[in-house]
């Protein structure tokens, strides 16, 4: 008490916490991440031009997203594609993901290998051992296969379905679904490891209670581990349209890609970029608000 | 006397159904991994084979001899290569767990100016492909004088934005009365950090681990590293099946070789997962 130190209020001392803990990630965040992205902005309202010993940018206002919108003859098209399959693969993904990862938790011999299996299209998707598998005869034929739906297919499944009079809409979805059973396995790898860690999150003390008040396994499902991981529903949504918007192999990425490094210009790149941008937080803010509803926290 | 009571449980039918399910999930993912395994063991003449057979029949070690030579003609010895990999992937793995988390408790349990701010632009540069910001970046690293050295990996990498996403999420199903608890036993912030939430948080970090150790495990850094002593593994391994045709058996006992390590720590982490699970109940 007799220290003549500087003290602070509760409410300084919280708010210097708060930004001491977040400096060293903020640093490396506005460099690589935030700065980049502001520059993207305004790269997609110039037009960018290599000079000597560098680069000059020449304003032209929103030139460049009227080429990309009116002008261009791929864009609209392959964006419209993208935002669509997207919505399509979501709800699909996430709830195979929590299903799977209920499922990897029930101790069972062999738990940690079926896991290492179903996190595999992960550790195999990364840049050169999809190189290598590209350049593999074999390898293409086997994906294509899968993705042809050798296992059920979808047509033979609408035929049965429209049989039992159920609405035109849900059955395209139901069928699409199908036909995509291996995309989406191959899509959930990080999404049933997100999934697992939060059923073990999960203190086992609130199980034992159900135990002792007489819960049935399908209570405990409902009551306790539903809405434990709600908070985690709404993480994987979010990973999920992200991921499947911004991978390699989105085509749109690919477009914009090309359009950068080939003909299009850096300007109108970025222009798609932002573009893209924009639709998907449109998107994520229209999911979350919906799934945040549902959201249960424990505090 | 004894009550019979009957219990609601799931019949043996249904578990087979769902077992099934998975088991066919579980041959799509890995499929693809067996194949690459008999592939790397097949001698040239069998993996030129037309059709394409799946299994090895003559399983040789051959293609990872050639390729063990092929390592030691290199230019710079291999093992450089992987202290590279290995340093990079270490520094930027155990950096960004570190960092991210550290923002994430602050971002979840603590109140101050700009953190809604803050935490909003993590989420939207999640949406943002690299590839729409690949030159802006190129320009910030060569401004920085970043170029061709380790920081333009590792510290890019240590703030992810994904890592921060995910701790806090994990972070916010903490309840508030234990950190409470702590800070009123007197403990400092950096020790309720430690100390109370990251241990409540393990199954989090751990799969962060395996996340960041994917993807930096696999980081070729082609557009920022050109020192031939500063590449990394994947770079090295990925020149020597450029070679061609002749190197297609190479190629696939070198992806075999590239696959064990994450799977390795894939598995070695996920028997920690299930620790703590034990631990929890214990201190509950």
Same mark, same amino acid.
């Given at each position: 008490?007799?220290?003549?130190?500087?003290?602070?209020?509760?409410?300084?001392?919280?708010?210097?916490?708060?930004?001491?803990?977040?400096?060293?990630?903020?640093?490396?965040?506005? &460099?690589?991440?935030?700065? =980049?992205?502001?520059?993207?902005?305004? !790269?997609?309202?110039?037009?960018?031009?290599?000079?000597?010993?560098?680069? #000059?940018?020449?304003?032209?206002?929103?030139? /460049?997203?009227?080429?990309?919108?009116?002008?261009?003859?791929?864009?609209?098209?392959?964006?419209?594609?993208?935002?669509? #399959?997207?919505?399509?693969?979501?709800?699909?993904?996430?709830?195979?993901?929590?299903?799977?990862?209920?499922?990897?938790?029930?101790?069972?011999?062999?738990?940690?290998?079926?896991?290492?299996?179903?996190?595999?299209?992960?550790?195999?998707?990364?840049?050169? *051992?999809?190189?290598?598998?590209?350049?593999?005869?074999?390898?293409?034929?086997?994906?294509?296969?899968?993705?042809?739906?050798?296992?059920?297919?979808?047509?033979?499944?609408?035929?049965?379905?429209?049989?039992?009079?159920?609405?035109?809409?849900?059955?395209?979805?139901?069928?699409?679904?199908?036909?995509?059973?291996?995309?989406?396995?191959?899509?959930?790898?990080?999404?049933?490891?997100?999934?697992?860690? $939060?059923?073990?999150?999960? =203190?086992?003390?609130?199980?034992? @209670?159900?135990?002792?008040?007489?819960?049935?396994?399908?209570?405990?499902?409902?009551?306790?581990?539903?809405?434990?991981?709600?908070?985690?529903?709404?993480?994987?949504?979010?990973?999920?349209?992200? +991921?499947?918007?911004?991978?390699?192999?989105?085509?749109?990425?690919?477009?914009?890609?090309?359009?950068?490094?080939?003909?299009?210009?850096?300007?109108?790149?970025?222009?798609?970029?932002?573009?893209?941008?924009?639709?998907?937080?449109?998107?994520?803010?229209?999911?979350?608000?919906?799934?945040?509803?549902?959201?249960?926290? +424990?505090? | 006397?004894?009550?019979?009571?009957? #219990?609601?449980?799931?019949?043996?039918?249904?578990?087979?159904?769902?077992?099934?399910?998975?088991?066919? $999930?579980?041959?799509?993912?890995?499929?693809?991994?067996?194949?690459?395994?008999?592939?790397?063991?097949?001698?040239? /003449?069998?993996?030129?084979?037309?059709?394409?057979?799946? !299994?090895?029949?003559?399983?040789?070690?051959?293609?990872?001899?050639?390729?063990?030579?092929?390592?030691?003609?290199?230019?710079?010895?291999?093992?450089?290569?992987?202290?590279?990999?290995? !340093?990079?992937?270490?520094?930027?793995?155990?950096?960004?767990?570190?960092?991210?988390?550290? @923002?994430?408790?602050?971002?979840?349990?603590?109140?101050?100016?700009?953190? +809604?701010?803050?935490?909003?632009?993590?989420?939207?540069?999640?949406?943002?492909?690299?590839?729409?910001?690949?030159?802006?970046?190129?320009?910030?690293?060569?401004? &920085?004088?970043?170029?061709?050295?380790?920081?333009?990996?590792?510290?890019?990498?240590?703030?992810?934005?994904?890592?921060?996403?995910?701790?806090?999420? !994990?972070?916010?199903? *903490?309840?508030?009365?234990?950190?409470?608890?702590?800070?009123?036993?007197?403990?400092?912030?950096?020790? *309720?950090?430690?100390?109370?939430?990251?241990?409540?948080?393990?199954?989090?970090?751990?799969?962060?681990?395996?996340?960041?150790?994917?993807?930096?495990?696999?980081?070729?850094?082609?557009?920022? *590293?050109?020192?031939?002593?500063?590449?990394?593994?994947?770079?090295?391994?990925?020149?020597?099946?450029?070679?061609?045709?002749?190197?297609?058996?190479? $190629?696939?006992?070198?992806?075999?070789?590239?696959?064990?390590?994450?799977?390795?720590?894939?598995?070695?982490?996920?028997?920690?997962?299930?620790?703590?699970?034990?631990?929890?109940?214990?201190?509950?």
């Amino acid at each position: 008490m007799g220290r003549p130190r500087f003290r602070l209020t509760r409410t300084r001392r919280q708010a210097l916490t708060g930004i001491l803990f977040t400096l060293p990630f903020a640093v490396g965040f506005v &460099l690589f991440f935030l700065y =980049p992205f502001l520059q993207s902005i305004r !790269f997609s309202m110039s037009q960018l031009q290599i000079v000597a010993g560098g680069y #000059r940018l020449e304003p032209v206002g929103l030139a /460049n997203y009227r080429t990309a919108l009116l002008v261009h003859p791929e864009f609209l098209q392959v964006f419209v594609e993208a935002v669509f #399959r997207t919505l399509v693969d979501v709800p699909l993904i996430v709830v195979f993901a929590f299903f799977a990862a209920n499922l990897l938790n029930q101790p069972f011999k062999g738990r940690t290998l079926a896991r290492v299996v179903f996190f595999l299209p992960v550790i195999m998707g990364a840049g050169i *051992i999809l190189q290598m598998e590209s350049a593999d005869y074999m390898m293409t034929q086997l994906r294509s296969a899968a993705n042809e739906g050798g296992l059920l297919s979808g047509a033979v499944l609408r035929n049965f379905l429209y049989e039992l009079r159920i609405p035109e809409a849900t059955l395209d979805y139901v069928t699409s679904a199908v036909d995509r059973i291996p995309e989406i396995i191959r899509a959930s790898g990080v999404q049933i490891l997100v999934f697992l860690a $939060g059923l073990q999150s999960i =203190p086992g003390s609130l199980y034992e @209670a159900a135990d002792v008040e007489g819960f049935t396994s399908w209570e405990r499902f409902w009551l306790i581990t539903l809405p434990m991981l709600s908070p985690l529903i709404l993480t994987n949504a979010v990973y999920t349209i992200i +991921d499947s918007f911004t991978v390699g192999t989105n085509p749109l990425v690919k477009l914009v890609r090309s359009t950068a490094f080939g003909g299009g210009g850096f300007g109108l790149s970025s222009a798609m970029g932002v573009l893209y941008f924009l639709s998907i937080a449109v998107i994520l803010l229209i999911a979350g608000s919906i799934i945040s509803r549902f959201v249960f926290y +424990d505090n | 006397m004894q009550i019979r009571q009957k #219990r609601l449980t799931r019949s043996a039918g249904g578990d087979f159904v769902i077992f099934f399910v998975l088991f066919l $999930g579980a041959a799509f993912s890995a499929l693809p991994l067996v194949f690459a395994i008999s592939n790397a063991f097949k001698p040239l /003449n069998e993996l030129f084979l037309f059709p394409p057979q799946f !299994f090895v029949r003559n399983p040789t070690f051959d293609n990872f001899r050639d390729l063990f030579v092929l390592m030691g003609e290199s230019w710079v010895p291999i093992s450089r290569y992987l202290f590279n990999t290995v !340093f990079i992937t270490v520094a930027g793995t155990g950096g960004h767990v570190l960092m991210a988390s550290m @923002a994430a408790y602050v971002l979840a349990k603590h109140r101050f100016p700009g953190r +809604d701010v803050f935490f909003a632009m993590v989420v939207l540069s999640l949406m943002f492909a690299y590839q729409v910001t690949a030159i802006p970046n190129y320009l910030t690293m060569s401004a &920085l004088g970043w170029l061709d050295t380790y920081a333009a990996i590792i510290v890019p990498a240590w703030s992810s934005s994904l890592g921060l996403f995910l701790m806090k999420q !994990f972070m916010e199903q *903490i309840n508030d009365s234990l950190i409470e608890a702590a800070r009123i036993d007197g403990a400092s912030e950096f020790h *309720i950090f430690w100390r109370v939430v990251m241990p409540n948080v393990k199954p989090a970090w751990l799969t962060l681990i395996i996340l960041s150790f994917q993807s930096l495990w696999n980081e070729t850094g082609g557009r920022f *590293i050109y020192s031939e002593e500063l590449k990394t593994l994947p770079y090295a391994l990925n020149q020597i099946i450029q070679g061609g045709v002749a190197r297609a058996g190479v $190629g696939a006992a070198v992806g075999v070789i590239m696959m064990i390590v994450p799977i390795a720590v894939f598995v070695l982490n996920q028997s920690k997962v299930v620790q703590t699970m034990g631990a929890a109940g214990i201190n509950k």
